[in-house]
Each structure stands twice: as C-alpha cells, then as structure tokens.
C-alpha cells in the first residue's frame, strides 16, 4: 500500500511563501498522477494542484499564478510551492494520486497545517 509523508507546513504572515513536499513510497510512483489537495475547517477536502508524470500541470482558479506545483520521480517526491499566499489558504494540505488512490491501494496521510495569518 502507497504512504504519502507531507512535510512543510506553518505559520506564515498573508503574503509569504511556504514550500511543501510530499514523499511517497512504493515503486510507481512516477507512474502516477499526483495531486496536492487541502481541507480547511468544516469544508470538503479539495484538489488545488496536479501534475503527470510528465510535468503537465493543472491549477484551481482560486490558486493558479501563486502556486506552483513540481516533482522528483527520482525521490518520489512531489512539491508545491505557495506565494502571496492568503487567509483564505489556511487548511491542511495533503497529498494523494489525482484521483485518490483507492483506500486498498494507498492511504491518506497525516497532512500538514498551513496557518497563513497576521
């Protein structure tokens, strides 16, 4: 079964950067489409970035020209880097497949907090 470690996350003022990563286990994982996804209090989990294993990339709107989402196939690990980052960013950020992988296949991680507040 695929573990996703997320690592990264933190306080930070409205407009700063964070960077966070993602390392996976298992052999496939540059076979994947991986996803960054984020949960703020009382709402859904939500997909906010994705990428191939080629490097192609999607953004949600409420995210596209401030974060930027990359990989490492050889560490098995995927990135997103978050600029001019706002209040409204404040969630745990998690990672997975694009779509999730299923729960027999590989599991959630614990996430990590981004607080972005002043």
């Known amino acids: 079964q695929v573990q996703f470690v997320e690592s990264g996350g933190g306080l930070v003022q409205p407009g700063g950067s964070l960077r966070l990563s993602c390392a996976a286990s298992?052999?496939?994982?540059?076979?994947?489409?991986m996803g960054w996804y984020r949960q703020a209090p009382g709402k859904q989990r939500e997909l906010v970035a994705r990428i191939t294993s080629s490097g192609i990339t999607n953004y949600a709107d409420s995210v596209k020209g401030r974060f930027t989402v990359s990989r490492d196939n050889a560490k098995n690990t995927v990135y997103l880097q978050m600029t001019s980052l706002k209040a409204e960013d404040t969630a745990v950020y998690y990672c997975?497949?694009?779509?999730?992988?299923?729960?027999?296949?590989?599991?959630w991680g614990q996430g990590t907090q981004v607080t972005v507040s002043s």
């Open positions: 298992g052999s496939l994982f540059s076979m994947y489409v």
């Open positions: 997975n497949s694009a779509p999730p992988l299923p729960a027999n296949l590989g599991s």
